[in-house]
């Protein structure tokens, strides 16, 4: 069998790709200016190849990936919808992509004006006194807000807060981003409507809490309709409210996590915004705080005076830089424009398609698959494969079925309460007959899980490469090419 | 499920077994299949001093982490260094594949851990 | 109905009939009514393309960019030339509109393109393993330090205050917030201040972090450093520039434990700051403690070659609160973008890039010092980038700069007062001799 190539082994020695100007100044002599021991003893092993080999390579590896624009994409938690073609083209204006992040203030003022309109517009969103658009991802963004509400407790004197409490249905990230800010993390069950178990969290509430971590609506598509006396509860105990904007395509000119309660939020620009994944990254993990919390935000904050746009740096209650620069920023600059394309009226359209969405296919397959919280769900839904796991198949089977019909399967045994979890995001970008064709083939699946079994266990069929061994990988972590000696496969 | 007599269990599902005042302990039957395929084991670092309930070793499988607990305590005297290499070998017979070597510090703690017929009872009752 | 939403407003009725309901507003009757706004957001009216383009352009052009500029300014983000092919294959949408690759079927196009990566990375910085990258230089820095706490299980680390300044204080929140002693050592003659290196290395020192070349552009002892480390078993982190490495010696060849930086130069447009990429390698006994994701190479069914995400059980979604870090969304098209930079560039490209930015910046260095009206700073090695001090405020001389459309270098004289006027001048491929000698002619009048 013929394995794709690697980029190494398309290699023909004294090909090349790139083209560069001679030197113009006079060349001095390399070790009169870089002592021998700093200077390269070897080459790297970088492939040898013509500008036709690397476009001809790469063209034929993105044949071997599935965008959005491939087809459906309903990744729960993951918000995987189409995203603008024009915002591409603005970020691509040499206005925004030549400009060096220390240019003076006066020749970037361009670039600060975006920063703080989209600040601002991401407050009316959230309902928020105060931005910051450094963090450069969700999890950043969890992180830095964590950050502050710790510098919030110990700015008063209210050193023993050291417990970030998160449901058992929360995002991984959730937990490991109150680790890395040094707190300790107590989990709090999840009643039988899927919704934070308030008695459970009464219990926890002492004045060792620093603050709740909370998704809204949460990871199983719902809304946490106790959320005032949630909020209610956790202030009385002197805790902060954070809100997790993984979900926050639901609720999008519909409600506000400040009007909830909710004292800090990070939104993921490349969800709810509209701006593309990138295949994992970049993406843009604003936080937004109240009043209160404005003073420890990361330095700098873009400010507006005098008729101009700056940088302050002057804060000496921030908790300090979390990156360099000011964020991403091009990735932001995305969202700006997706939000000023379809104003108001668009975002609000955006989160009721989004919902209705969602309602339409979870009410058309929930006779077909087990669904544990069956109640109106918002942006998302979850379902159990456990009726088909009884016939020997595996959520992760339906999953590989999936991608015989050219369908990206939906997140699977995410959130951890839910067994066989599959969950379904369909967004609002996505048509009644592309949601009709899922649907089709979801209830096909559903009936060969019954019928032949086998079918579905060996899925996917259709793919590039098969079922991989996992296992394999992990045992034996291969994580470089070292040249054509060690390829496993010969 | 295999379940082997003249071991002793605990809850969290790991096996004890001992000679003297020493006892090897691993995980059992149950747990690996539980996990599934096991790609990786972080063993503890010999000398170590451990009390009964702490989580003294872990083992890993593609898509999750298990901490193992000890039922017992002590010192550990020797950890088994061949998984390392072939993490495989526990999924393949989970009773020979021990993880530590632990010099038992309360003999009595063993006496209170589950023996092989009760063990395949809390099992069952567990799925 | 907004542009991107296909279904009409019928085909909505239909389906709210169909499950149901009678209006939209009853898709929502769990959020309580107190808390549903009742107005539309204050966000104006939606605009067509066309408007859009209009105004984005407009604010565009309130910025000035370099394609007008000859930059002279780096200090961690370069204007470094980018081949045309990278920004033509990020632009393929099943690149830049995919998800993290999770279901590897259908994800080999980026989990190959991140084991390339890897591997490259590997190659440049003379390490074992990489990770498919960080948010950037800086934080990927401070994760490494991180990692080099939890290795060590020591909880002090050194940092050369001949590190960026923003990387160094990127490194102090992460480590203010993780219980993280972070101690400054100073330099001498454009250099870490071995001596004093040396004296505050100690039994409880985690990692000793040092900048290669430096934020001054010089080239950091980076052996003596690591020997200091190792003594007392502790690690040597390396924050390296990857143009560099295509002619200076590996980190991982002078005793480096972990090497971290920014990957912009490769093939990333400048952007105002980011979208950058962090780079993360490592020597493979720290595999286990590394951030981030990593993908690796198996085999499918069939027995063909397939790549995946590996080793996950280090990361936030299945280890919570024990993860080695909470990152999961990282810059992984712009790794991409440095896939393909490096791709295009092959071992003899990235050769000749880092020679022109060599000799370029020793002809500007040179020039200038040859008017004299510009004294060294320091006598250390540099690469690209260089310090001199100058009688007049640097602020000045930027001033009278941009009068000729010329971007002058960075401003030393907040983070560096010590050094009085000190200017940090880039000269990279890209400036040309007529460029430098213009620059070094305005430059010398005042």
Redesign the interface.
Known sequence: ?K??P???ELERPG??????PD??????D?AT???S?????S???????S?VD??R???N??????????GF?P?GS?T?????K?N???S?????????????ES?????L??LHHTGN?LK??TGMDAVSLQP?????G??TGL?II?AYHESRGDKNRNIIIVPDSA???N????????FS?VEVKSNERGNVDIEALRSLMSDKVAGLMLTNPNTLG??E?E??EIAGMVHEAGGLLYYDGANANA??????PG??GFDVVHL?L?KTF?T????????A?PVGVKEKLAPFL?VPVVEYKDGKYCLDYDRPLS?????????????VLKAY?Y????????????S??A???A??IM?KLKKHYDLPFD??C?HEFVLSGRKQAANGVSTLDI??RL?DFGY??PTI??PLIVKEALMIEPT?????ETLDGFIETMIQIAKEAEETPEKVKGA?YK?????????????N?????RGKED???Q | MKVIKNLKYSKDHEWVKVEGNKAYIGITDYAQHALGDIVFVELPETDTEISGGDAFAVVESVKAAADVYSPVSGVVLEVNEELLDAPERINEDPYESWIALIELSDPDEVEELMDAVEYEKFCSEED | MSRYIPNTPGQQDDMLREIGLSSREELFSDIPCRLRLSRLLNLGEPLSEMELLKIMKDIASENSNLDEYACFLGAGAYDHYIPSLVGHIISRQEFYTSYTPYQPEISQGMLQAIFEYQTMICELTGMDVSNASMYDGASAMAEAAVMACSAARRNKVLVAKSVHPEYRQVLKTYGHFRGIQIEEVGFKDGLVDLEELENKTGSDTAAVIVQYPNFFGNVEPVRPASEIAHKNKALLVASADPIALGLLEAPGNLGADIVTGEGQGLGNPLSFGGPYLGFFAASESLLRKMPGRIVGQTVDRDGRRAFVLTIQTREQHIRREKATSNICSNQALNALAATVYMAVMGKQGMRKVAELCLQKSHYAYNSLIGTGKFKPAFSAPFFKEFVVKSSVPVKQINEKLLESKIIGGFDLSKDYPELGNGWLVAVTEKRTKKEIDEFVEKAGVL
Request: aromatic share 8%.
């Open positions: 069998m394995n794709n690697l980029i190494f090909r090349k790709a790139y083209s560069l030197c113009d100044v006079p060349v001095s390399m200016l870089v002592p021991e700093y200077l390269r003893k080459e790297p092993a970088l492939p040898e190849v500008e690397v476009v390579h790469y063209t590896l993105s044949r071997r990936n599935h965008g959005v624009d491939s994409y990744l993951c995987m919808k189409y995203n603008p024009i591409e083209d603005v691509k204006l040499p206005g925004f992509t030549s400009i060096h992040p220390y240019q003076d020749l970037v003022q361009g670039c004006e975006i517009m009316e969103c450069a991802a969700g999890a950043h969890e992180l950050m710790k995002h991984g990230t937990p490991a981003s109150a680790a890395a800010a040094g993390v719902l809304f309709e959320i005032e609720i999008m000119g519909i409600s506000r009007d909830m993921n490349h509209g593309p994944h990138g295949g994992g990254g970049p993406g993990g990361p908790i300090g830089r979390v990156k360099s620069f000011y964020g991403n920023f091009s990735v424009a939000i000023k394309a379809i104003g108001a009226k668009g975002l609000k359209e955006a009721e398609g919902v209705l969405n309602n339409y009410s109640r109106k918002m999953a590989k991608l990206h399967p045994y995410f609002e970008t996505e048509s009644r996917p793919t590039v490469v098969v079922r991989l061994d996992e296992a394999g990988a992990a045992r972590p291969v994580l470089r090419w390829d496993i496969c």
